[in-house]
C-alpha cells in the first residue's frame, strides 16, 4: 500500500514538472519575441497577452503555497508594462518564479525517490 502510494506522489510530481516547464517554454517564447522586438523596433505584447501567462504562474503558485502567489501577484502587479524594457522585466519576473517552482518539485521528486528507495529496503531486509 505505501509503495502504491509513494508511486502516485512521485507521478504527480513528475506530472507537475512537466506542466511547469511547459508554462516556462511559454514564458521564455515570449520574452525572446519581445526580446527580438526590441531589437528590431517593433510593437510591445499587448497586456492581455502577458496576463494570461501569469494567470499560469499564479495558479502554479496557488497550489504549492497561497501566501507566495498572493505576493507574486502584488510585486509584478507592481511592475508596468508601458514598454518593451518593462515588459522584458516583468515576463523575466515571471519565468524567474516557474524556475523556482521546477526546482522545488524536482527536489520534492528527489525526496519522494529517496523515500521509495528506503521503503523498498525495508521489505528486502530479512
Known amino acids: 500500500m505505501a509503495q502504491q502510494a509513494i508511486t502516485k506522489r512521485s507521478a504527480d510530481c513528475a506530472d507537475r514538472i512537466e506542466l511547469l516547464e511547459l ?8 520574452y525572446f519575441l519581445l526580446d527580438n522586438r ?4 517593433g510593437s510591445l505584447l499587448s497586456k492581455e497577452e502577458i496576463e494570461y501567462y501569469e494567470s499560469d ?3 502554479q503558485l496557488s497550489r504549492v503555497d497561497y501566501t ?14 508601458e514598454t518593451i524594457y518593462n515588459q522584458l522585466s516583468r515576463l523575466n519576473f515571471g519565468r524567474e518564479k516557474v524556475k523556482s517552482l521546477i526546482r522545488s518539485a524536482k527536489a ?4 519522494i ?8 529496503q525495508k521489505i528486502l531486509e530479512p
Not at 508554462?23 to 515570449?30: H, M, T
Open 38 to 41: 526590441r531589437w528590431n523596433g
Open 108 to 111: 520534492q521528486r528527489q525526496a
Open 68 to 81: 507566495e502567489a498572493d505576493r507574486y501577484y502584488h510585486e509584478k502587479s507592481a511592475m508596468s508594462v
Open 57 to 59: 504562474i499564479h495558479n
Open 23 to 30: 508554462i516556462l517554454g511559454r514564458g521564455d517564447s515570449l
Open 113 to 120: 525517490t529517496t523515500e521509495a528507495d528506503s521503503e523498498k
